[in-house]
């Protein structure tokens, strides 16, 4: 079956979501020696990148939602690789920090998904791959959007 067939018979959602599906698989897969799921890495990475983050925030920037950041969360301190300490202005709520275990499992797995995003761009060219990313990014920006608008006539704004 070729693209185009593909693409006649599906929405880009049901493309994409396939195609992030098939990926995560792959990284599962290459992760399964350390313990981790693609989704408790991508956090954690996010944690490495921005240590002392509240769990709000963590679940705004890996688009996760607050149920699903709060699994993960859990998962991680239970392995050792992250710990929550209550935040000073808000009680309720979490910082979350990194600890030595978990920076070390990201140098050790980083190369990993860097790896698989250089084998991806093993099926395409370079310009490919940049035309790609900028499409990629401007469907999630529309997406985006999309949300923040319908949020706010929820709220009323």
């Not at 070729?2 to 599962?28: N, W, Y």
Request: hydrophobic content about 35%; overall charge negative; glycine content about 6%.
């Amino acid at each position: 079956m070729t693209v185009q067939e593909i693409a006649l018979d599906h929405s880009i959602g049901f493309i994409m979501g396939i195609t992030h599906r098939k990926l995560a698989l792959v990284l599962q897969n290459r992760l399964k020696n350390f313990d981790i799921t693609p989704e408790q890495w991508s956090v954690l990475y996010l944690i490495s990148r921005v240590d002392g983050l509240i769990q709000k925030e963590i679940a705004q920037r890996s688009g996760k939602d607050k149920p699903t950041t709060t699994r993960i969360l859990d998962h991680l301190e239970t392995k050792g690789l992250i710990y929550k300490k209550t935040g000073t202005e808000d009680r309720r709520s979490f910082v979350v920090h990194i600890t030595d275990k978990g920076r070390s499992l990201i140098q050790e797995t980083e190369p990993i998904e860097r790896q698989l995003v250089n084998d991806i761009k093993e099926c395409m060219s370079e310009e490919e791959y940049e035309i790609l990313m900028k499409l990629i990014l401007r469907i999630l920006s529309y997406a985006n959007n999309e949300l923040t608008s319908k949020d706010q006539e929820r709220d009323g704004q």
